[in-house]
């Protein structure tokens, strides 16, 4: 039988680093930076529903936590005058010391604009999401995605899945659509995943999309020395 591993795990230390950097000197405080960790990013999935976060970052030092959030509405986040800005990083300080034993730790949130939201497979996923909750047909909001996904000129293939009661039918099923090319067993193919879900009255339906960019080389391998040919 065929194992399914994910894209981004599988990739780790060849073309991607780790989402959370930070180091631990004992198993407590291993314990409790993986549980702030779990609440932070806890928070964002809850509260940042229309933000459209691509990514979160969080690194450590003695002092301070430093979350790095990756947004294609940095204008939503950051609030009229930076106020939701201020908000949420007020929650966030609030919400990482109720949780620690040792030090008070101070947080800093850097919001980071994606240029091109089309190349993050998390943005691409709350677009469907977003178009599933309207009640828009299933199979036009998929077809009208991908389109716009593959007009970036930097993706070579997109795929999208969802399941659940698409349609509001009685029967879950699942149905997928694929443009170019999406090779998972490519350690240097940059696959950007994500999975994310559409809340509707009669269920939940799931998202999963997978976005090519292309393959990265090493520096060795960008010389000429190492590198395979593209195909």
Do not use: C
């Not at 291993?30 to 964002?44: G, L, M, S, T």
């Not at 999406?182 to 009669?202: C, K, M, S, V, W």
């Not at 997978?210 to 520096?219: C, K, P, Q, S």
């Amino acid at each position: 039988m065929t194992h399914t591993v994910h894209p981004y795990a599988h990739r780790l230390g060849i073309i991607r680093d780790w989402k959370s950097r930070w180091f631990a000197a004992d198993k407590q405080s291993f314990r409790e930076n993986i549980a702030v960790d779990q609440a932070i990013r806890a928070y964002f999935k809850k509260r940042g529903r229309g933000m459209y976060i691509a990514d979160l970052e969080i690194e450590r030092t003695a002092a301070e936590i430093r979350i790095l959030l990756h947004t294609a509405r940095p204008g939503v986040v950051i609030g009229r005058s930076g106020d939701n800005a201020t908000k949420l990083r007020n929650d966030l300080t609030r919400l990482v010391n109720s949780k620690a034993t040792g030090t008070k730790r101070a947080v800093k949130l850097d919001i980071i604009e994606v240029r091109q939201p089309e190349t993050s497979a998390a943005v691409v996923g709350l677009m469907v999401a977003e178009g599933l909750e309207k009640r828009m047909p299933f199979r036009r909001v998929l077809k009208q995605t991908v389109e716009k996904v593959m007009a970036v000129r930097e993706v070579v293939g997109v795929r999208i899945v969802v399941s659940g009661r698409l349609g509001g039918a009685d029967m879950s099923r699942t149905e997928q659509i694929k443009r170019g090319r999406i090779p998972l067993q490519t350690f240097r193919a940059n696959i950007d995943y994500a999975h994310q879900e559409a809340l509707l009255p009669y269920g939940v339906i799931g998202i999963k999309v997978w976005i090519y960019l292309g393959e990265t080389f090493t520096d060795q391998a960008a010389n000429g020395r190492a590198a395979a040919p593209k195909h």
